[in-house]
C-alpha cells in the first residue's frame, strides 16, 4: 500500500539550541522519543529532562519507598545514555497526579530556569489512538505543560523571586501522539534508545516475561519502522508539533 502524499510527516526544526522534556514517570521518555533526542544532543544541542514523579507506583511487587529512589537511579543512567546530563524530579506523587495551577506552577519553573526553545512532553489526550485509554498522570502532565508552555512568558502569572519570565518557548512537540505532525529520522539514534531503555530494568522485568534487550529492541524499532512509512521510508520518531 502507497502511503499518500498528504500523510507525509514533516522533518522536525532544527533552529533551537535548548529543549526541556517534561514527562510524568521515569521511562515515559525512553517509550517515547529517546532515539530523537540522542540524535539531538550529537548535534549540540542541550536536552533537559524534568519528570513530575519518580514512578514509585509504578511496580505492584516493591513499595513505594524503595521503587521510588531505584526508578531515579535507573532514570539517570537512562538519559546519560542518550547525553542528558540534568535530570529534575518535581516530587507529585506517582498515580495521582493532578492537572491544575500547582503543577502547571512547577512546570512554568522549570521552563523559566532552562529557557528552552522547544518543548517536549507526551502524549496528552484520554486515548492512545482510540485503542488504550491513557493513564491519569500522562494527561494531566501533558495537559499542563502545553499550558506552561504559555504561563512561564507572563510574568503575572506564578511570578517567583529570582524566575524571570520566559517567553521564548517556539513549540511544544507531544510524542506518541496519535496525530504526529512532524518526525526525527531514528536511524542514528536508536541503539542509544535501546540501550537507553534498557537502563529501565527493574520496571521492563515485571512488565514482560519476554527477554528484556528483545523486548526492547522490537518495540522501539517496530515502532520507528510504522512511523517511517509517513517520512520518506526512514525509521522515525513522530511528534505532533505545537507552534507558539
Known amino acids: 500500500m502507497t502511503v499518500s502524499t498528504n500523510d507525509q510527516l514533516k522533518p522536525m526544526p532544527e533552529d533551537w539550541k535548548r529543549a526541556l522534556a517534561v514527562v510524568a514517570h521515569p521511562d515515559d521518555l ?22 513530575a514523579t519518580r514512578g514509585e507506583a509504578g511496580i505492584d511487587t516493591l513499595e513505594p ?10 532514570q539517570r543512567a537512562s538519559a546519560a ?16 497526579v493532578e492537572y491544575g495551577t500547582a503543577l502547571r506552577r512547577d512546570i512554568a519553573a522549570a521552563i523559566r530556569r532552562h529557557r528552552p526553545e522547544l ?15 491513557n493513564t491519569p498522570d500522562h494527561v494531566a502532565v501533558g495537559r499542563a505543560t502545553l499550558d506552561a508552555a504559555g504561563d512561564a512568558g507572563n510574568r503575572w502569572i506564578f ?9 521564548g518557548v517556539r513549540w511544544v512537540a507531544v510524542a506518541g501522539s496519535s496525530t504526529p505532525t ?19 530494568r527493574t520496571y521492563i522485568e515485571v512488565l514482560t516475561d519476554e527477554e528484556p534487550e528483545a ?12 512511523t517511517g512509512e509517513r517520512f520518506g521510508g ?11
Open 182 to 200: 512532524h518526525a526525527v529520522d531514528a536511524t542514528p539514534g536508536m541503539e542509544r534508545a535501546v540501550l537507553s531503555l534498557l537502563e529501565h
Open 215 to 226: 523486548y526492547v529492541r522490537n518495540f522501539l524499532t517496530g515502532f520507528a519502522q510504522t
Open 234 to 244: 526512514k525509521p522515525a520518531v513522530a511528534f505532533e508539533l505545537f507552534s507558539r
Open 65 to 74: 519507598e524503595k521503587c521510588g529512589p531505584l526508578r531515579e537511579q535507573e
Open 30 to 51: 525512553e517509550y517515547g522519543c529517546s532515539a530523537a533526542i540522542a540524535s539531538w544532543t550529537d548535534g549540540g544541542r542541550e536536552v533537559t529532562y524534568v519528570l
Open 159 to 167: 511570578p517567583e523571586p529570582g524566575l524571570e519570565p520566559w517567553n
Open 119 to 133: 518543548v517536549i512532553t507526551l502524549n496528552h489526550r484520554d486515548t492512545w489512538g482510540g485503542v488504550a485509554w
Open 81 to 96: 545514555v542518550v547525553g542528558v546530563t540534568e535530570v529534575e524530579f518535581l516530587d507529585h506523587k506517582d498515580g495521582v
